[in-house]
């Protein structure tokens, strides 16, 4: 069975903290998102990457980077934290094309930013 | 743009009764994918049924299955015989193309099973 893990289910950081995310996934799999999910709006993507120190920019990016130095883990930055960051941060991998598609998802991670 | 709107924040249902789940997309591009995730209380997401644009037969999965309407860009969950492990918090979701394998999601609905 595929496994990703996430490196913290709670987490309470203080506005300014730098905060790290991590995320690990043992299927060798080449594609990883991170989003963030928040009542009322579903899932939304920050991050993704396609292979190691490859990234792209989802839907949500501003105040976030992202760091993949080997294809199995995928970490989150917040470099500056704020309260509008509090939230649940799910992360998910997923194979290269073809069958089967499915995203995998971690346990997340509940973020609160006093 | 793509979007995804599922229009019932919350639903439940008696145990051993049906159930569907409504959905709403719309896209521009031929080629898609549309997605049911499952979200447990306090547990992993999980994919339930997903369903090939260029399928005109509905997917099918045990207890599940889903009435794909591609004109009216509909895509609704069918649950029968629910269950009390079905209750979770259910996720429609949009995939364009094959290797973009980016999804856009829409805000959930909650589906308690009663018993």
């Known amino acids: 069975d595929v496994k990703v893990t996430q490196s913290s289910r709670y987490l309470v950081k203080r506005t300014g903290e730098k905060v790290f995310l991590e995320c690990v996934q043992d299927?060798?799999?080449?594609?990883m998102f991170w989003y963030r999910q928040d009542p009322g709006l579903g899932l939304r993507l920050i991050y993704f990457?396609?292979?190691?120190?490859?990234?792209e920019k989802g839907d949500i990016p501003e105040g976030y980077s992202v760091s993949r130095e080997k294809k199995e883990r995928f970490s989150l930055i917040l470099e500056s934290a704020s309260t509008n960051q509090t939230s649940m941060y799910l992360c998910?991998?997923?194979?290269?094309?073809?069958?089967?598609?499915?995203?995998?998802f971690g346990p997340g991670t509940r973020l609160t930013v006093t | 743009a793509q979007t995804v709107t599922q229009s019932q924040p919350e639903m439940s249902v008696q145990e051993a009764e049906t159930v569907t789940l409504s959905c709403t997309y719309d896209?521009?591009?031929?080629?898609?994918?549309l997605f049911w995730y499952k979200q447990p209380p306090s547990r992993q997401m999980i994919l339930v049924i997903r369903?090939?644009?260029?399928?005109?037969q509905n997917a099918t999965e045990n207890r599940f299955s889903v009435n794909f309407q591609k004109a009216a860009k509909s895509f609704s969950l069918k649950i029968s015989d629910s269950q009390l492990g079905d209750t979770a918090m259910y996720f429609c979701?949009?995939?364009?193309?094959?290797?973009?394998?980016?999804?856009?999601f829409g805000a959930g609905t909650i589906l308690r099973v009663k018993s």
């Open positions: 998910a991998s997923s194979p290269p094309g073809g069958r089967p598609l499915e995203q995998y």
């Open positions: 299927m060798d799999h080449e594609n």
């Open positions: 990457s396609y292979d190691v120190k490859m990234k």
């Open positions: 896209t521009s591009e031929s080629n898609y994918y």
């Open positions: 369903q090939e644009a260029y399928k005109q």
């Open positions: 979701a949009l995939m364009i193309g094959e290797y973009g394998n980016k999804l856009v």
